[in-house]
């Protein structure tokens, strides 16, 4: 199935992916549907990719995103030697991006023509928010993203990071909660910076 940023191109309804997409998918790699202009179609990946599968799929789509950037009147390369290619990361630099840093560090962004920055993220500056603007080429979001793109937001996934979400729900032992089931009508405390305020589960 495809997914684009020209209305529902792909025979496969945003809803139904939304369906068929594991909302285990923790860690996804995303970029500006109307950047993939120039291509077929964007497959929605759903098998769980290593970091060097994801560096080639970054290889392959980046000139294509870039110089669509570029034809809207996109900021010029400092090194006319390389492309420059920003990724907004979802939070401060930490180990969790330690596939990216590698990368990095081994030059083999740099070696297949690309200068590629790492931005941190804040609770102000979101990965799906700066793609969305165009001040980043790519990022890196969480399940978050399939209401994003159910809301209308023209953003693409390109690759699932994390086989498994390593957030978890946690309840205390006397609090007879065992299964999903149990917690309806419970109150459930979340991170305040992704949303305002604790909600209860319906």
């Not at 549907?33 to 290889?59: A, D, E, P």
């Not at 165009?134 to 994390?162: D, N, Y």
């Not at 498994?164 to 006397?174: D, G, N, Q, T, Y």
């Amino acid at each position: 199935m495809s997914l684009s940023s020209h209305g529902n191109s792909g025979k496969t309804p945003p809803v139904s992916v939304a369906r068929q997409l594991p909302l285990n998918s923790y860690h996804t790699v995303i970029f500006k549907g109307k950047m993939m202009k120039n291509m077929q179609g964007c497959l929605l990946i759903r098998y769980f990719l290593s970091v060097h599968t994801l560096l080639l799929l970054l290889i392959m789509l980046a000139p294509q995103c870039l110089g669509a950037a570029d034809s809207g009147g996109g900021k010029a390369s400092a090194d006319p030697k390389l492309s420059q290619v920003r990724l907004q990361l979802t939070w401060l630099h930490q180990f969790q991006f330690a596939g990216y840093y590698a990368a990095l560090e081994k030059g083999f962004h740099r070696d297949a023509g690309f200068d590629v920055t790492l931005t941190e993220g804040t609770p102000d500056q979101r990965p799906v928010k700066e793609v969305v603007s165009g001040r980043a080429g790519f990022g890196v979001a969480r399940g978050e993203l399939l209401l994003h793109r159910l809301h209308g937001k023209p953003v693409v996934t390109l690759a699932a990071i994390f086989q498994h979400s390593p957030v978890i729900l946690l309840a205390k032992e006397e609090s007879g909660i065992t299964t999903p089931h149990d917690m309806i009508g419970a109150g459930t405390g979340i991170r305040i910076w992704h949303h305002p305020k604790s909600r209860r589960s319906n």
